[in-house]
């Protein structure tokens, strides 16, 4: 039984279903439970938040994520299960703070100065929370000092850059510089993302890594995760 609905609440996160009022990407669900719905129905049924978020929330996700890579899904699929997928994590939220359960780490993320573009970056925060991450999102237009301000208060294990722009990529150096200059450099691990950057920018300017999109920034963190671990 238990099974059944954790495989239930992954297939409707593929499906990008957050109540039994949507239809789904198969058009033909109305009706039966969604994401939300499976989910509350879930922690009723005593599956640990744990496994709720790696075997039904993130397991969809990146099943979402192939099906993006392969252009068989668009970006409204992938905002569907990404908002579904955040709407779940609020509900697990109490549950994890009541169990003590450890989060994957503190993730800050931030486009640059200069710049006002968020959707990517906006899809990179949803599908990081529903992945287990904690989440912090300074918005657009972020100058270095108030990275370097927030990285010192809130001390992340990650920070996320985002710039669309070539003329607003140089923030990312400058913020970089900005890390090392104030002896946090060391303290936190830096992906850059975005349409103006590439892997060798990130090389040149000292990232730790460059990530494509969303699901191959959860792959990177993974990654570190591995080495760490």
């Known amino acids: 039984m238990k099974e059944d609905i954790i495989a239930l609440l992954k297939e409707n996160v593929i ?9 789904g990407v198969d058009n033909n669900m109305v009706g039966t439970p ?11 049924s005593n599956i640990p938040p744990e496994i709720i978020i790696k075997q039904g929330l993130t397991a969809g996700t990146q099943v979402v994520g192939d099906k993006f ?3 068989e899904y668009f970006i409204p699929d992938m905002l569907a299960s990404a908002e579904a997928v955040t709407e779940a994590m609020d509900i697990i939220r109490p549950h994890l703070e009541a169990s003590d ?5 503190k993730f800050l993320i931030a486009t640059v100065k200069g710049d006002i573009h968020d959707i ?3 899809i990179v925060a949803i599908l990081l929370r529903g992945a287990g991450y904690e989440v912090k999102d300074l918005g657009i237009d972020v100058p270095p000092e108030k990275i370097v301000k927030v990285v010192e208060e809130y001390e992340p294990d990650f ?22 200059q104030n002896g946090l450099r060391d303290k936190v691990k830096v992906l850059i993302g975005g ?17 494509a999109d969303a699901f191959h ?5 993974e990654d570190f995760q591995k080495v760490e671990g």
């Open 101 to 105: 359960a450890v989060t994957k780490g």
């Open 195 to 211: 349409a103006a950057v590439s892997e060798e920018y990130g090389q040149e300017i000292g990232a730790d890594a460059y990530c």
């Open 159 to 180: 920070l996320g850059l985002s710039a669309l722009l070539t003329t607003t990529m140089v923030a990312m150096d400058g913020t970089i510089k900005a890390l090392k």
């Open 15 to 23: 499906q990008g279903r957050r109540t039994k009022d949507d239809e």
């Open 34 to 44: 969604g994401v939300l719905e499976l989910t509350q129905l879930a922690l009723e």
């Open 217 to 221: 920034a959860i792959k990177v963190l």
């Open 120 to 122: 990517g970056k906006n």
């Open 69 to 71: 890579a392969s252009k």
